[in-house]
């Protein structure tokens, strides 16, 4: 019983230490040129499931723009996809062609307000 209140008592304590710690600083995406991500997009195949814009298709592959996912989730997918996507790892597409891609994606308009019947 002595085992079981010291184990509670240690887990309790690490829980409200971590709530205390202060959150950590989101790590920012790195320089990156929109238009040679425009083209590499394309060259690389990523249209083919993603659309020319990134718009998605439900039958090809999702939406990335414009809001993508921070860049070390971005990066850390496309190095090591869980889905149906191939990997793109270094020797396919480097870390700075990488950066291109994501300022690309970033870069998408946000589709409603390129259509003026969608606007509010």
Same mark, same amino acid.
């Given at each position: ?20 710690? !202060?959150? @950590?600083?989101?790590?920012?995406? !790195? ?47 496309? @190095? ?5 996507? !191939? !990997? ?33």
């Amino acid at each position: 019983m002595t085992r079981v209140l010291l184990v509670a008592f240690v887990l309790s304590a690490a829980l409200a230490l971590q709530a205390q710690a !202060p959150p @950590r600083p989101a790590t920012a995406a !790195p320089a990156g040129n929109a238009e040679a991500g425009k083209k590499l997009f394309a060259s690389v195949g990523c249209y083919q499931c993603h659309g020319y814009e990134a718009q998605g298709s439900n039958a090809t592959g999702p939406r990335l723009g414009p809001r993508p996912m921070a860049f070390a989730a971005f990066s850390r997918y496309v @190095r090591q996809p869980s889905g149906q996507m !191939p !990997p793109y790892t270094a020797k396919v597409v480097s870390d700075a062609d990488l950066a291109n891609i994501y300022a690309f994606i970033q870069s998408r308009p946000e589709p409603a307000k390129e259509i003026p019947l969608l606007r509010p």
